[in-house]
């Protein structure tokens, strides 16, 4: 089992930086991980996702260039870096453990069997 908390969110202007944390508890380098978004009336959606070790990435289109996920297993921390934001980048932004092991088994929020309760992420024009 692992436990998940999701820090990092606030407000910020169009074009600023931010960056995520997701802290882990239990058997963190068990598992992929992988960063979703839910903005207002849409369903969760993929952002980002990263195997066990750290070696393979992916993203979602909209995001490609922009974000990078990382993680360091010795501190149980997976991060979400997201450079050059805009309002449409606005959600609550979640991290999950998934034990599915390719990179689109990390897409796929019902792979997921972990989740944080999330972290308002508010970009204003």
């Known amino acids: 089992q692992v436990q998940l908390v999701e820090s990092g969110g606030r407000l910020v202007q169009a074009g600023d930086s931010l960056k995520l944390s997701c802290a882990a508890s239990?058997?963190?380098?068990?598992?992929?991980m992988g960063w979703f978004r839910q903005a207002p009336g849409k369903d969760r959606e993929f952002v980002a996702g990263?195997?066990?070790?750290?070696?393979?990435?992916n993203y979602a289109d909209s995001v490609k260039g922009r974000f990078t996920i990382f993680r360091d297993n010795a501190k149980n921390t997976v991060y979400l870096q997201m450079n050059s934001l805009n309002p449409e980048d606005t959600a609550v932004y979640y991290c999950?453990?998934?034990?599915?092991?390719?990179?689109?088994?990390?897409?796929?929020?019902?792979?997921?069997?972990?989740w944080g309760r999330g972290t308002q992420v508010t970009v204003s024009s």
């Open positions: 999950g453990a998934t034990t599915r092991s390719t990179a689109e088994g990390r897409t796929q929020s019902w792979q997921y069997g972990y």
């Open positions: 990263i195997s066990r070790a750290g070696v393979s990435k």
């Open positions: 239990g058997s963190f380098s068990n598992y992929a």
